[in-house]
């Protein structure tokens, strides 16, 4: 079956610059890659979402990019603030969506 | 405004009681599903539900158990069975079960035991 694998678990990033979190994923025949953001007490939120048949999509300051050959995709978030401070978590679907482990964000002033 | 609520937030367990979580969606969705989170971990599925009165088993559903009677509702009961059932609980709901529709979240039950 899939097995989804999320680096960095920790990430500690300066206010305005730029955060990278990376997934890979072992199912060739998963076609649908979304990205969650969840803060404490609350459920994840879809921020953004790519298909396999684009290799990049970006909205604001958040981009995803996949490679479908090397099967690893990355949320970048640019210019960050204080609120996207924020457990992050990939995901990779074919018959059933398989959540990475997360990515704890921290933005410092 | 549509989405999805969960009930109750906060949520405690004596030893050798079932419970049951709810979750109701107004969204119109055919799907629905209930995940397990427990810290530094990724989200585990315990059930899914891709349309009324049917449901299927997701990777922990031992000491679970759900119905889905209406469109709108998919509670979950955490019975005695469950030797660990501390943990947050995620409900969801999708446009239906096709393999790329996004999942929407509940804010979640945290459940504990006495």
């Known amino acids: 079956g899939e097995n989804v694998e999320q680096h960095p678990s920790t990430l500690s990033v300066q206010e305005g610059d730029s955060a990278v979190i990376k997934c890979t994923y072992s199912d060739s025949a998963s076609n649908y890659f979304p990205w969650y953001k969840q803060e404490l007490g609350k459920g994840p939120q879809l921020i953004i979402d790519i298909r396999s048949n684009v290799g990049e999509k970006k909205d604001q300051r958040i981009a995803v990019t996949l490679n479908k050959t090397a099967k690893h995709f990355s949320l970048h978030i640019t210019e960050t603030q204080p609120e996207d401070s924020a457990v992050y978590f990939c995901?990779?679907?074919?018959?059933?969506?398989?959540f990475g482990k997360g990515t704890r964000l921290h933005i410092l002033p | 405004d549509g989405g999805i609520t969960q009930s109750p937030k906060y949520l405690f367990r004596k030893e050798g009681q079932n419970v049951t979580l709810s979750c109701e969606q107004n969204l119109n969705h055919d799907a629905m599903y209930w995940y397990r989170q427990d810290p530094g971990q990724g989200l585990r599925l315990i059930y899914y539900s891709q349309i009324v009165n049917d449901f299927q088993k997701g990777d922990i559903a031992e000491g679970y158990s759900v119905s889905r009677e209406k469109k709108e509702s998919f509670p979950l009961t955490v019975t005695s069975a469950q030797k660990n059932p501390t943990a947050f609980y995620l409900c969801?709901?999708?446009?239906?079960?096709?393999?790329?529709?996004?999942?929407?979240f509940g804010d979640g039950t945290r459940l504990s035991i006495l």
């Open positions: 995901a990779a679907r074919d018959d059933k969506i398989i």
């Open positions: 969801a709901s999708s446009i239906d079960g096709t393999h790329n529709q996004p999942q929407h």
